[in-house]
DNA sequence: AGTATACTTAACAATTCATTAACATAGAGG
DNA sequence: CCTCTATGTTAATGAATTGTTAAGTATACT
């Protein structure tokens, strides 16, 4: 998975340097020039991490961190402090407004995604579950297990994500080309392949739910 | 509860400076002054913390704590670095080393002891539940004991750290990945090691509970 | 040091899964 | 109603994954 990471500092060349390096490493990056824009944008982009620098004009660094735990979709989210040496003061301040690390200035690309990633690990037990009950069948991803009509179904691990990917918007029609895309990545499998796994789930689901809609694709059906 | 921390340092004065400081806020102190007697002490005294100042005579604190890491009974303690300001080499071999976090000399004592309840805080979120009774299974990680059908049964110490690393989420299929990450950490093993200690398990509780989701992984099941 | 216990690995067996080929069927459009 | 193409079905193959055993190493204990 790809973490997003939302850059919040007054200085363009920070900005950029840190974007640079970062995106370097995989991660998503977008970049805010202050704290107002920072809150606005992370509502919308919703990163895994906001890295903030203390030093800013107007509503610095700590007092964004104060405002940003306020707001009960974002209250979770990780934020990584950047300071200078000698703000003795930013570091205690910081942690009482909510800051779950920091890192001080100059900053070290290597140093700093270390820290990001030793940080994202320990958060990680937050990530989501991803469970599915739709007419009469259940999915649970983390499980991996169905449900028919309450009675537990085993499904292979190809069939598993494909059902799992086709009930991801039910009602909408994926191409073959979707399926490969998601199901396969880069393999090049033959024609019949995809059909077979249907013909598969829908053995197992008694010809429900699963319709061909003949030219375009396959889709998840109530 | 009373936190017990181990300071590591060759230097007495520091010793005392922190001893002092740290006492003050109600932590229980240990010390030692070089890394061999550090980690004899670690053993017995259990703390929750190590600091470990880096730059030490015969072993460092970047040897003494890959030491401890390998030490199953100390490698979940939480370890800071206390380092000079400018071995900036530290700060990244440290963390590689399994550190947790560091602290640059000269030491204040608040910014310490704000990292160190940073450092706690943030630990007892990914505390586990340590008795847990699920089924016909008991297991109980502080007495190391596992119960299945009331009967005590032994498991070696990695079958446990296995057993009790599936059953922390029921029904949760754990990848190989994972559970290496989990009970070896860095260490490499061989493909059929972990299917090895999965049978032992499985044999000692009469092949239940156990289940393999091939393709994906391993889960605990009712 | 010597013994017991635990851990890992190699070698092989067993199982399950994914893919394909070959053929069957369905349905749209002429 | 015929043809063409897309999809359905079946069974076979072999690839991938996991299970099992026994023996070799390592580690801990006395």
Known sequence: MNYKILLVDDE????????????????????????????QLAKKFKPDLIILDVMMPEMDGINTCTEIRKIPELENILILFLTARSEEYSELAGFDAGADDYVTKPIKPKLLISRINALLKRN??????NNMLIGDIQIDKEKHLVLYKNEEIHLARKEFNL?????????????????ITEIWKDTFVGDRTIDV??????????????????????????
């Open 12 to 39: 363009n060349d920070i900005l950029e340097f840190l974007s640079y390096n970062l995106e370097k490493e995989g991660f998503i990056v977008s970049t805010a020039i202050n704290g107002k824009l920072a809150i």
């Open 124 to 129: 990680k037990i937050s990530e989501k579950v």
């Open 163 to 179: 059902l799992y990917f086709l009930m991801s918007v039910p009602g909408k029609v994926f191409t073959r080309e979707d399926i």
């Open 197 to 222: 796994h249907i013909r598969k789930i829908r053995e197992k689901t008694n010809n429900h739910h699963i319709k061909t809609v003949k030219g375009v694709g396959y889709k998840f059906d109530i």
